[in-house]
């Protein structure tokens, strides 16, 4: 299994700022991911974070919104840019081997 | 984005019934995973299922992997207070992006 920290657990922003949210893996996992879910509504993939390269983004996000880093196999950083209050929600960083995905505990955003 | 079926949508129950869920899909998925998530946390990993057929059990808890790779089943055993929460199946994507979809979740109360 692996252990997922994220940070900041929670923040309240104003329209037009950006966030940076970390995800720190307690042992080398080779995905990644990062999601976005609303309160006790499903989950929705953002983007998978490759090491060493550009994010692979799913189909309603693009880079210059979500611009995703992942230096290492343990490290990821995802960016929510230019907020608005759209944007608030819950963030979820994943990680794990091929056959399994364990979550941190997320990041609620307010966007005012 | 893409999810996956997943049935009932929420279900109230008296303290020691057992409790059955499932998600389906029209896909064909490589793995199954299933997940209790409760508020303000981020998803825990329950079971996961890699062949078609597989009965899995963890505790009170058992899964099934469809013989169709197409849905999966959990079901909990006498349930009790603690059982409260959203439960979600993820199907893996047999595309060789390791990406999972998500259910759209079973919201579970649990009756003293």
């Known amino acids: 299994s692996a252990v997922i920290s994220q940070k900041p657990s929670r923040d309240i922003c104003q329209r037009g700022t950006s966030l940076t949210i970390q995800c720190q893996v307690d042992?080398?996992?080779?995905?990644m991911f990062w999601y976005r879910q609303q309160p006790g509504q499903s989950l929705t993939l953002i983007a998978t974070?490759?090491?060493?390269?550009?994010?692979?983004?799913e189909s309603g996000f693009v880079i210059d919104k979500f611009p995703i880093s992942r230096p290492n196999l343990t490290f990821s950083t995802l960016t929510v840019s230019n907020m608005s209050p759209e944007d608030s929600s819950i963030y979820l960083c994943?990680?794990?081997?091929?056959?399994?995905?364990?979550f941190g505990p997320g990041t609620r955003l307010t966007v005012l | 984005g893409q999810q996956l079926n997943q049935s009932p949508q929420s279900m109230f129950i008296q303290e020691g019934e057992d409790v059955s869920m499932n998600c389906t899909s029209s896909?064909?998925?490589?793995?199954w995973l299933w997940y209790k998530q409760e508020p303000g946390e981020g998803p825990v990993l329950l079971i996961a299922?890699?062949?078609?057929?597989e009965l899995t059990s963890n505790g009170r808890l058992t899964a099934q992997f469809g013989i169709t790779r197409k849905d999966s089943f959990l079901n909990i055993s006498a349930s009790i207070p603690s059982d409260v929460g959203i439960y979600f199946c993820?199907?893996?994507?047999?595309?060789?992006?390791?990406?999972?979809?998500f259910g759209t979740g079973t919201r579970l109360k649990v009756l003293a």
């Open positions: 994943s990680g794990g081997q091929s056959d399994t995905q364990y």
């Open positions: 042992s080398q996992v080779t995905m």
């Open positions: 974070a490759n090491q060493g390269s550009e994010a692979t983004y």
């Open positions: 896909s064909i998925f490589n793995t």
């Open positions: 299922l890699y062949k078609a057929g």
């Open positions: 993820a199907g893996q994507l047999p595309s060789g992006t390791y990406k999972y979809i």
